[in-house]
């Protein structure tokens, strides 16, 4: 029986591409998941070759590793309908689906950050916009709810406090920037969001007669400065 005569020539050509088939059949992309203490932990997902079809095998965790207690906060079914790049944004549509578990901010916190590390695999950062068919997840949030006022108190005269909001702008060598990106859209950078609660906080304790001291500027366009 006489064998198949193979020019050198092919030799290192068929090598390569044995190569990169059994590579592309082998090859499980990473998925970001909820572990057992509901914390975000990497699984490499046959099911993800790419940061689209990573998003979109978030609702389904391998099911050798349900035995471990590995779950997701995207519920089963939800289908990721776009991602798209605008800018420094990402924005990234799932299906209706999406909402048909608890939607309260512990689980929109918990979507988020399986999203955000999921595309950080994917060399993809910046700022995230997470839509439900069009619609930003946020939307869907329940109300906050209505605080009655309570009894009269005793002013405050006489009592301090210091508010610290955390760090402003820095200078990265080239322009002013936030530490954060925007981590909830259409919340702005976490920078300038902590500032606006304190913010809040200290008109309502100055009405009170407190006296109360930032350590930081009130400008958001400003770095952080000494007390007032």
Wanted: charged letters at 15%; hydrophobic letters at 40%.
């Amino acid at each position: 029986m006489k064998g198949l005569a193979v020019s050198p020539r092919l030799v290192v050509p068929l090598v390569i591409l044995g190569c990169l088939c059994i590579g592309a059949a082998a090859y499980a992309g990473p998925v970001v998941y909820l572990n057992a203490f509901g914390t975000c932990t990497a699984v490499d997902d046959p099911d993800a070759v790419d940061a689209y079809s990573a998003l979109d095998a978030l609702a389904s965790p391998p099911g050798h590793l349900k035995a471990m207690g590995v779950t997701s906060a995207v519920p089963p079914g939800t289908r990721l309908l776009g991602l798209t790049v605008d800018g420094n944004t990402t924005i990234v549509d799932f299906s209706r689906r999406l909402l048909a578990g608890r939607v309260d901010d512990v689980t929109i916190e918990a979507i988020f950050q399986q999203v955000k590390w999921t595309l950080w695999n994917y060399g993809i950062e910046g700022d995230i916009a997470i839509l439900v068919e069009g619609v930003p997840l946020a939307d869907f949030a329940p109300p906050a709810p209505v605080i009655e006022p309570g009894p009269a108190v005793a002013s405050l005269s006489g009592y301090s406090c210091t508010l610290s909001p955390g760090h402003g702008i820095f200078w990265n060598g080239s322009g002013w920037y936030t530490a954060r990106p925007v981590y909830c859209s259409p919340l702005n950078q976490e920078d300038f969001h902590n500032l606006e609660n304190a913010q809040y906080l200290e008109i309502y304790l100055n009405n009170d007669s407190m006296t109360t001291k930032l350590v930081r500027c009130g400008a958001p366009t400003r770095t952080t400065a000494p007390i007032r």
